[in-house]
């Protein structure tokens, strides 16, 4: 069973910084491409950003590329989500995503575990 436990949200003004972790407890965690997704109230969850088993691919939404960074640390079982230059459309619960597979993906339904989300709200 693959749990995954996001932290680091809160609440910041626009143009602030911060930090999301979302922590695995699988023992194959270097294997897993994980990724970042949002659901804003009234909207369906959206991707943000995806990282390769390695580190060394990652992808975002246009919407945040430039100020958002997906990093890893598979020592730890560690996924992060460095946030800059916070807009207050990036207002959301934001859920870490896992998936055994090999290949980045930006849908949903290619992810097979989930976290319980961290709310984040950037105010104006």
């Known amino acids: 069973q693959v749990q995954l436990v996001e932290s680091g949200g809160g609440l910041v003004q626009a143009g602030g910084s911060l930090r999301l972790s979302c922590a695995a407890s699988?023992?194959?965690?270097?294997?897993?491409?994980m990724a970042w997704f949002r659901q804003a109230p009234g909207k369906e969850r959206e991707f943000v950003a995806t990282i390769n088993w390695s580190g060394g691919d990652t992808y975002y939404a246009d919407s945040v590329k430039g100020r958002f960074t997906i990093s890893r640390d598979n020592a730890k079982n560690m996924v992060y989500l460095q946030m800059n230059s916070l807009k207050p459309e990036d207002t959301a619960v934001y859920y870490c995503?896992?998936?055994?597979?090999?290949?980045?993906?930006?849908?949903?339904?290619?992810?097979?575990?989930w976290g319980q989300g961290t709310q984040v709200t950037v105010s104006s």
């Open positions: 699988v023992l194959t965690f270097s294997r897993y491409v």
């Open positions: 995503a896992g998936s055994p597979r090999l290949t980045l993906a930006t849908m949903t339904t290619r992810y097979d575990y």
